[in-house]
Every structure is written in structure tokens, then in C-alpha cells.
Nanobody, 114 residues
Framework: QVQLVESGGGLVQPGGSLRLSCAASGLTLRKYVMGWYRQAPGNQREFVAINYGGYTNYADSAKGRFTISKDNANNTVYLQMNSLKPEDTAVYYC?????????WGQGTQVTVSS
């Protein structure tokens, strides 16, 4: 049974940093496209970043500020978020994809506010 468990969210001031973690179980991380998505109130869920092997891709809003990384040995995916802005406020979800199999975590709240 695949489980993705996010952690690391919280309240941070504008300009601050957070590191989100996604602990994966029931899958072999290196085989999956791992991603982070977010959903703000009233908005659709949107892409933030993906990591597959040595390949990474970011939404324009995340480029230069966010970094996605994987620790295959510990089956954990990270999202380092720097220079946070109020518009980054959202629930952040971890995603794992392999072919037609797609899995989501329960999400972790990130609030950027002074």
C-alpha cells in the first residue's frame, strides 16, 4: 500500500524559508516521477515542481526560489522553499506517478504572512 506523508508546513513571514518533506512508503522512489503541487483557497490544484532521476522542472512561480530533491535511500522527497511570498500560501501536496498509477499525500499547510 502506497502512502505519502507530508510534513514541514507552518506559518512563516514573507521572505522566510521552509522545507517540506514527503515520506514515501510502499513504493521505490527512484522509479517514480515525484512532484509537489499546491492548492490555495478557491483555486485549482497547481503544479509546483517535479523530480525524476536527474531531471527537475519547476513552475515559473517557483523557479529560482524552490528546490525539489530526493533521498532515494530514505524514500523521502523534499521541497526547499526560500524567499516565500504571501501568494505562496496554500496546502502543498506530494505526488507520485508511475504510468497510470498516481498517488497523493494528505497535504501540509503553508501560510506566509506577517
Amino acid at each position: 500500500q502506497v502512502q505519502l506523508v507530508e510534513s514541514g508546513g507552518g506559518l512563516v513571514q514573507p521572505g522566510g524559508s521552509l522545507r517540506l518533506s514527503c515520506a514515501a512508503s510502499g513504493l521505490t522512489l527512484r522509479k517514480y516521477v515525484m512532484g509537489w503541487y499546491r492548492q490555495a483557497p478557491g483555486n485549482q490544484r497547481e503544479f509546483v515542481a517535479i523530480n525524476y532521476g536527474g531531471y527537475t522542472n519547476y513552475a515559473d512561480s517557483a523557479k529560482g526560489r524552490f528546490t525539489i530533491s530526493k533521498d532515494n535511500a530514505n524514500n523521502t522527497v523534499y521541497l526547499q522553499m526560500n524567499s516565500l511570498k504571501p501568494e505562496d500560501t496554500a496546502v502543498y501536496y506530494c505526488n507520485a506517478k508511475l504510468g497510470s498509477s498516481v498517488y497523493w499525500g494528505q497535504g501540509t499547510q503553508v501560510t506566509v504572512s506577517s
